[in-house]
């Protein structure tokens, strides 16, 4: 994939990173991006593997959890990397696609996969994405994790199909809506999760 990365000060004073001249997010209202990491936290992780640096919440929020042993970090795109200064012993930063790091690693080696680099399956910035929320990969995320280990997934909307995807390969599906405000609107993002089972089969 080639693509324009700019991480940008606008007028407002906000942060803003755009991949091909499409707006991918801001720092204005990073509630979501923070929630994911919880949802990982709350459930006890300490190894994390995380889908999408972006501009860095839901990384940070895991850092800030001194029970978190592990983050190791799948970013496309090194412009993004460069743009970050995480600085902690406990992070690794791959460049590439989460889909070939996912594949890299051993079975049951991760207690959380935190997948944040698209708006969600029917929202796509970028085409290729799509296989991230099919079943093949999602099962390769499941495949990693360790028992009782979380499969989260930010989403611009809830979505059946993917609810249903995730229940083939992982128990307790949820799909919680974070509420945010946009540009002085009420809105909500999502939360798509499933935990592994207790004895590893899948
Ligand atoms: C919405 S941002 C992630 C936001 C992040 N949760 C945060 O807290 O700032 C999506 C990120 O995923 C990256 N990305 C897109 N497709 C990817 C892929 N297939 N593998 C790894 N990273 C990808 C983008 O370059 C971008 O940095």
Do not use: K
Request: aromatic share 4%; charged share 25%.
């Amino acid at each position: 994939m080639s693509d324009e990365v700019v991480v940008r000060r606008r007028d407002d004073g906000a942060t803003e990173l755009r991949v091909s001249g499409v707006f991918v997010m801001d720092d204005v209202e990073t509630s979501s991006e923070r929630r994911l990491a919880r949802v990982a936290l709350e459930n006890g992780a300490r190894d994390v593997l995380v889908g999408g640096l972006g501009l860095g919440f839901t990384v940070s929020a895991l850092l800030a959890d001194t029970s978190v042993r592990r983050v190791l970090v799948a970013e496309l795109h090194d412009e993004v990397v460069a743009e970050n200064h995480l600085d902690d012993p406990r992070l690794t930063v791959v460049v590439g696609d989460v889909r070939d790091v996912v594949a890299a690693q051993p079975d049951a080696s991760m207690d959380a996969v935190l997948l944040d680099v698209d708006n969600g399956p029917d929202f796509l910035v970028h085409p290729d994405n799509a296989a991230v929320y099919e079943g093949a990969f999602l099962a390769e995320c499941a495949r990693m994790l360790r028992p009782g280990g979380t499969l989260a997934i930010w989403s611009m909307a809830d979505s059946e199909a993917l609810r249903r995807i995730l229940a083939a390969h992982l128990t307790d599906v949820l799909a919680e809506s974070v509420p945010v405000t946009l540009q002085g609107r009420a809105e909500a993002y999502w939360i798509l999760s499933g935990r592994a089972g207790l004895s590893f089969a899948s």
